[in-house]
């Protein structure tokens, strides 16, 4: 009777321990089977930890780790996610990082789904030979050992990066002032030296570019919208002398039999006008003044070799001339045949 007394009260011992036990895990900080109004309080229920809330956390909450300021209406929006490790299947790795809503600023609020911000930097110094000092707000890197070696690359679609920006959902009003991009970079230091996004290695681009154009209708419109029919386009509003819209420059070739080209147009000729390199200067209201070309060539060169202003060559088995020159005012109704094969050809 005396050991069964004994085991019966170690049980009763065991049960009260373990009672209290999870009360204790349960809320953290409170005396009591309820959160106070505390919000130093810690409250912990189901693996999840919440710091500053002063109600209940969800039964099934699987945050990690939440911190929350404000009511429970606006807290409940915020919150704080650490660390998730996946291992197991065909996925493994780790992910970190937090969700969360700032209201600081105008307006009815503003939505961040992830923020960093690094402040009052006053001071980088590296002071070691390869070494590098950074100041970042937001930082993501991806670190990768060959993952598609053994991938089935002929189905499924594959992104590495080591950040991505993904814009979804449907918009069909745009703000007048601002802008809607799956990334958006703004350099508010505007200074010789800064950038607003700047890339070491190649970039790619699925569809037209603009500089200085919010609409480019060419593949790479600078300065202008362009036109759908014109892979590059570039426009210069500038009306001071040496002003162009479009610049080649090339360093001089390095051997005799060297061809260096500034500018080339290259077209596979065939029915109808084809143009390796077109140039027109016209204006729809006449003046008296200036002068207007529609090719301009000048070759100088500081020795007694050969130079030319502007050279044609005449290839290919069909009637034609190296050089055409025609008066379309004296001679309107030139049909433009040649007639045979020319250096020059004039009418």
Same mark, same amino acid.
């Not at 990066?161 to 002032?177: N, Q």
């Not at 570019?209 to 036109?227: E, K, M, Q, Y």
């Not at 500018?263 to 029915?271: A, D, K, L, M, P």
């Given at each position: 009777?005396? !050991?069964?007394?004994?085991? %019966?009260?170690?049980? %009763?011992?065991? *049960?009260?321990?373990?009672?209290?036990?999870?009360?204790?895990? +349960?809320? #953290?900080?409170?005396?009591?089977?309820?959160?106070?109004?505390?919000?130093?309080? #810690?409250?912990?229920?189901?693996?999840? #930890?919440?710091?500053?809330?002063?109600?209940?956390?969800?039964?099934? =909450? /699987?945050? !990690? #780790?939440?911190?929350?300021?404000?009511?429970? &209406?606006?807290?409940?929006?915020?919150?704080?996610?650490?660390?998730? @490790?996946?291992?197991?299947?065909?996925?493994?790795? +780790? &992910? +970190?990082? *937090?969700?969360?809503?700032?209201?600081?600023?105008?307006?009815?609020? =503003?939505?961040?789904?992830?923020?960093?911000?690094?402040?009052?930097?006053?001071?980088?110094?590296?002071?070691?030979?390869?070494? /590098?000092?950074? @100041?970042?707000?937001?930082?993501?890197?991806?670190?990768?050992?060959?993952? %598609?070696?053994?991938?089935?690359?002929?189905?499924?679609?594959?992104?590495?990066?080591?950040?991505? $920006?993904?814009?979804?959902? /449907?918009?069909?009003?745009?703000?007048?002032?601002?802008?809607?991009?799956?990334?958006?970079?703004?350099?508010?230091?505007?200074?010789?030296?800064?950038?607003?996004?700047?890339?070491?290695?190649?970039?790619?681009?699925?569809?037209?570019?603009?500089?200085?154009?919010?609409?480019?209708?060419? =593949?790479?419109?600078?300065? $202008?919208?362009?036109?759908?029919?014109?892979?590059?386009?570039?426009?210069?509003?500038?009306?001071?002398?040496?002003?162009?819209?479009?610049?080649?420059?090339?360093?001089?070739?390095?051997?005799?039999?060297?061809?260096?080209?500034?500018?080339?147009?290259?077209? +596979?000729?065939?029915?109808?006008?084809?143009?390796?390199?077109?140039?027109?200067?016209?204006? !729809?209201?006449?003046?008296?003044? $200036?002068?207007?070309?529609?090719?301009?060539?000048?070759?100088?060169?500081?020795? &007694?070799?050969?130079?030319?202003?502007?050279?044609?060559?005449?290839?290919?088995?069909?009637?034609?001339?190296?050089?055409?020159?025609?008066?379309?005012?004296?001679?309107? $109704?030139?049909?433009?045949?040649?007639?045979?094969?020319?250096?020059?050809?004039?009418?």
């Amino acid at each position: 009777m005396k !050991t069964s007394m004994h085991y %019966l009260g170690f049980c %009763l011992l065991f *049960f009260c321990c373990t009672f209290t036990a999870q009360a204790q895990d +349960e809320w #953290l900080g409170s005396t009591t089977n309820a959160p106070s109004s505390n919000i130093n309080d #810690l409250i912990y229920r189901n693996g999840g #930890l919440r710091i500053g809330h002063n109600t209940a956390p969800p039964a099934n =909450t /699987t945050r !990690t #780790l939440s911190i929350h300021s404000g009511t429970v &209406s606006y807290g409940a929006r915020s919150s704080v996610y650490g660390k998730s @490790a996946v291992s197991g299947g065909t996925a493994v790795g +780790e &992910s +970190e990082g *937090f969700v969360g809503l700032n209201t600081s600023w105008y307006a009815a609020g =503003t939505v961040r789904g992830m923020a960093g911000y690094a402040k009052n930097v006053t001071s980088l110094d590296v002071g070691v030979a390869g070494k /590098t000092s950074s @100041a970042f707000g937001g930082f993501f890197s991806t670190q990768i050992d060959d993952p %598609l070696a053994s991938a089935n690359l002929a189905s499924g679609r594959y992104y590495i990066a080591g950040t991505m $920006g993904d814009l979804s959902g /449907t918009i069909t009003t745009y703000p007048t002032d601002g802008v809607v991009a799956a990334v958006f970079g703004r350099d508010n230091i505007l200074g010789s030296g800064t950038w607003g996004g700047y890339f070491q290695g190649r970039g790619y681009f699925s569809q037209n570019v603009g500089i200085a154009s919010t609409n480019p209708l060419s =593949t790479l419109s600078v300065n $202008g919208d362009g036109d759908s029919r014109w892979s590059i386009y570039g426009h210069t509003t500038s009306q001071t002398s040496g002003a162009a819209g479009i610049v080649g420059q090339a360093d001089q070739p390095t051997g005799f039999a060297d061809h260096v080209r500034a500018v080339q147009g290259t077209i +596979e000729s065939g029915y109808g006008y084809t143009y390796g390199v077109s140039g027109g200067a016209t204006s !729809t209201t006449p003046s008296n003044a $200036g002068r207007a070309y529609g090719v301009y060539g000048v070759a100088g060169n500081a020795t &007694s070799n050969y130079n030319y202003g502007v050279f044609g060559r005449l290839f290919g088995q069909n009637n034609g001339t190296a050089i055409l020159g025609h008066d379309h005012i004296s001679h309107p $109704g030139w049909n433009g045949n040649t007639q045979g094969n020319w250096a020059g050809y004039f009418v």
